[in-house]
C-alpha cells in the first residue's frame, strides 16, 4: 500500500529552515572575517530557497514530503 502520510511536513520544514537561518548568520561572521569565501553563503541562499519552496508546496498540498510506503508479506 502506498498513500499521502496522515501528518503534514511544513513544521519540520519550518524548524529546518530556521536553523539554517541561524547557520547563516555564523557564516556571514565568518565571512566578514574571512573565514569561509563568500560560496559558502551562496550555497545556503539556495538551500534555503529550495527549502522554502517545498514547505510552501506542503503547505498547498501540491506536495507530499512524508509519502508512506506500508508493505506486507
Do not use: F, H, Y
Not at 566578514?32 to 527549502?51: K, M, T, W
Request: proline share 4%.
Amino acid at each position: 500500500m502506498s498513500a499521502p502520510s496522515k501528518s503534514e511536513a511544513w513544521p519540520l520544514c519550518e524548524q529546518k529552515r530556521d536553523l539554517i537561518l541561524w547557520g547563516r548568520r555564523l557564516v556571514r561572521t565568518l565571512e566578514a572575517n574571512r573565514v569561509a569565501p563568500a560560496r559558502v553563503e551562496e550555497s545556503l541562499d539556495l538551500l534555503q530557497r529550495g527549502g522554502q519552496a517545498w514547505t510552501e508546496a506542503e503547505r498547498a498540498k501540491i506536495a507530499d514530503l512524508n509519502w508512506r510506503i506500508v508493505a506486507e508479506t
